[in-house]
């Protein structure tokens, strides 16, 4: 329990110069003590000004006092280190790997507890005192210890860099300005740190709003995988209880369906899952960047914080969406409607109604990963060639080109004959069918055209056949100076005319948009429902039926086109 008396009595008996035990202890007149060697090295440096004072109290003395040995003084050092106490000094006060070294201190070094731009020094606590003391000195700009002082100090001039030249974006001194920086823009260090400082907040403050918005994605996507899931498990439970049901001829369909849900299920949970690790990693990596900037913008040094400012790691762009956008409902609800139809069809479950459950299931798709596209570049990725069927072509259509321009014409076509042509309208249908994201353009002249998209399985009689007067097709009309839409009801739209469309399809979310294609895209029409088949595309000579049939082709040239167009 004595030895912090100890080493508080220690403490007295050492020398402020060199901060160790005293060696040959001198007292000058003024009454402080020093090592022999400490005074005189310290007088030896005032020699040049024949005044010499006292390190602490600044006491001068003329001449220089005769220097003898204080025997109590020694005697009393030597009883201190008989008693091995001297090691019993706070070791804290001595430099460590990682501290900064006082400048002034001779022998053992202590930490600095401040450095001194305008002196490019590094003090302890004691040599520091005249810096409080002495009014010239309390002038000068003290910050926390500093290794890389000599880097605030211009190699041309050796003057202090207080100066910030945005001009050529470097710190700079005072003489700078009248040399090679003359006539740039400049301000101070601190002003240009201000000013940093502003920007550095704003990234932590977009950083902090990305975390927030992927905090928030997360715990929406975990929901979504929970959703899934128990709409997965729900829809097995429900196909199985209605394939049960039925003969032995349909057990096997029941086996595939299931196959395809659990498929589907697994890929839309590794999907999200995925998506959740990303944004999981681009958290962590945000909280790290931003800890390192919460760190870096408490630097003190204006100079240091310029130096180092360029280095610091741009904010990257995000590699997820702002925000995750799901589809609820849309997971495998639809697959029960679309099994249960096989109870009423059994002769049409191994076709079309067992397409639609295939359909179904590969529909599920709940992130919306992209957006539409915004140029026609970002459309013609999903460009798909388009080729008209010959067997659902009007006889007064005329199919060119590899069967991708279609030309009306006033004399019938040697078409055979054929269940799926259309016999009462100048109508014909693509051979490929369109599920997915998929983009073709339609080039017309005179006469006007109508674009659209149906799914096959529309009539072809003389009732409801024209495309977008039905549930099962949706037709854009384009004039030489006005566009109608038609889904049952005629909805006219407006927007710049063009001689080329471009019809833009996600299967999937269910969106079909119109675009007027120039020298830029403009949304003419976008509709948004739910396609329960696959679509064709389609065109129609606008307003053309076997009753308007002319002297001279209608419609001359109506070609079809993907990316060459």
């Known amino acids: 329990m004595e030895q912090p008396g100890y080493q508080m009595d220690s403490v007295k008996f050492s ?11 001198v007292t000058i007149p003024c009454g402080h003590s020093y090592c022999m060697n ?5 007088w030896d440096g005032q020699d040049q000004r024949r005044i010499h004072s006292c390190p602490q109290c600044r006491k001068e003395f003329i001449p220089k006092p005769a220097l003898e040995k204080n025997f109590m ?91 910030f030249c945005r001009t050529d974006q470097k710190c700079i001194c005072y003489l700078c300005t009248m040399d090679e920086h003359k006539g740039h ?39 979504e995988v929970e959703a899934i899931n128990v709409s997965a498990d729900k829809a097995v439970e429900d196909s199985e209880k209605i394939f049960t049901e039925l003969i032995r001829l349909l057990q096997e369909r029941s086996s595939d369906v299931k196959q395809q849900i659990r498929s589907q299920q ?15 990693q681009e958290i962590t990596e945000l909280k790290r960047k931003d800890a390192e900037l919460e760190q870096f913008s408490h630097t003190e040094d204006h100079t240091q914080f310029l130096l ?65 596209p915004k140029s026609r570049a970002a459309f013609l990725k999903y460009a798909q060639e388009i080729t008209l069927d010959p067997n659902t072509a009007n006889r007064f259509l005329l199919l060119s080109e590899a069967n991708r321009k279609v030309t009306a014409m006033k004399e019938e076509q040697s078409y055979p004959d054929h269940p799926d042509r259309f016999t009462d309208s100048f109508q014909v249908l693509s051979k490929e069918s369109l599920t997915g994201r998929c983009y073709w353009e339609v080039k017309w002249r005179e006469g006007g055209v109508n674009v659209a998209v149906s799914y096959k399985n529309i009539s072809r009689g003389a009732s409801n056949v024209l ?99």
Not at 15 to 24: R, T, V
Not at 267 to 280: G, I, P, Y
Not at 332 to 349: H, K, M, R, W
Not at 534 to 540: F, I, M, T, V
């Open 308 to 372: 180092n400012y360029p280095s610091l790691p741009a904010l990257s762009e995000s590699t997820g969406s702002s925000s995750i956008i799901v589809r609820p409902l849309r997971h495998f609800e639809d697959v029960t409607v679309a099994v249960s139809e096989i109870t009423y069809l059994l002769e049409d479950i191994l076709k079309d109604t067992w397409t639609n459950i295939s359909l179904m299931i590969t529909e599920v798709d709940v992130l919306l990963s992209e957006p539409e």
């Open 73 to 163: 003084l020694a005697d009393l050092v030597e009883d201190l280190k008989k008693t091995g106490l001297q090691a019993a000094q706070a070791d804290h006060r001595y430099i460590r790997p990682e501290d900064v070294a006082c400048d002034v201190c001779t022998g053992r070094k202590m930490k600095a507890v401040k450095s001194c731009l305008s002196c490019s020094a590094s003090y302890c606590k004691n040599h520091l005192q005249p810096h409080y003391d002495d009014p010239p000195l309390q002038k000068h700009k003290l910050v926390n210890p500093s290794k890389n002082l000599q880097q605030t100090i211009c190699s041309h001039h050796e003057e202090v860099m207080e100066i």
């Open 38 to 42: 400490c005074i005189k090295c310290h």
């Open 467 to 565: 495309f977008g007067a039905n549930n099962k097709s949706w037709s854009f009309s384009c004039d030489t100076d006005s566009y109608i839409f038609t889904n049952k009801v005629e909805t006219p739209v407006s927007g710049p005319v063009s001689s080329r469309i471009g019809v833009y399809l996600d299967h999937r979310a269910g969106i079909l948009s119109f675009y007027s294609v120039s020298e830029s895209m403009t949304l003419l029409h976008r509709v948004q429902t739910r396609f329960t088949q696959p679509l064709h595309a389609e065109l129609r000579k606008a307003g053309a039926a076997l009753t308007h049939r002319g002297s001279h082709p209608v419609s001359p040239q109506l070609p079809l086109t993907a990316s060459t167009q």
């Open 185 to 223: 823009e400049t301000v101070t260090v601190a002003a240009e740190r201000d000013k940093k400082q502003k920007k550095l907040q704003e990234s932590r403050q977009q950083i902090k709003q990305r975390l927030l918005e992927r905090e928030k994605d997360v715990k929406l996507l975990q929901q």
């Open 15 to 25: 020398c402020s110069i060199c901060l160790d035990l005293l060696k040959d202890p």
């Open 266 to 280: 697994e890929t839309e949970v590794s999907r999200v899952k995925d998506v959740q690790e990303k944004l999981q």
